[in-house]
């Protein structure tokens, strides 16, 4: 079965051959990995990621048809999965702190991604300036200076509590004022060139 194209593994799979799914699974499965873990930057929620991105693919298995490779198809599988895990789970994994810090001069980037990724950048920064002066020197102070929240608490005078509410305003004011548009250029360029 290993060494069958992935078209007859299909075929196979469509008639509940779960050697020939076995096959695939195998056949792809650490280079989706590889891309999961990427984008998710986190091997445990990469893996439950692709277990879903396979049992999905398992289920679907009298509808699938893919009219252009079987690895392509996989790749576009795990992107989007993983688009919607990150909007899912921005606010807690705080994944808007990787728009701050994408370097917009990556070789491996496009000049397209390039720009499209200054733009994100500049929308976090006008953002940013908008806050309330508390609410951006607590933002300025976790994100730039990396501070926890005690430490923030004691340097403002004021209770981690306090902390705690101005971060989740202030990403909360980022992710509304990043359109779902620029988000998506965003994850495109984590999972470039794949």
Known sequence: ???SSDDLLLNEMANDNRDAFTALYRRYWEELFITAVKALRSKEEAA??????????????YELNIQGSVAAYLHTSIRYKCIHYIEKNITRRDYLVQLADVEV?????SAEIDLQLKEIQQT??????????????????SRQEHLTYREIAERMGTSSET??????????????????????????ACFWPY
């Open 1 to 3: 079965m290993l060494t």
């Open 48 to 61: 439950d990621v692709l277990q879903d991105v396979f049992l999905s693919f398992w289920r679907r298995r």
């Open 105 to 109: 001069s990556s070789s491996s980037t």
């Open 124 to 141: 976090v920064s006008k953002t940013v300036a908008k806050m309330s002066p508390k609410m951006q020197e607590v933002y300025k102070l």
């Open 163 to 188: 902390v705690k509410k101005h971060i989740q305003g202030a990403l909360r004011l980022i992710r509304t004022n990043l359109t779902s548009h620029s988000f998506s250029l965003f994850l495109t």
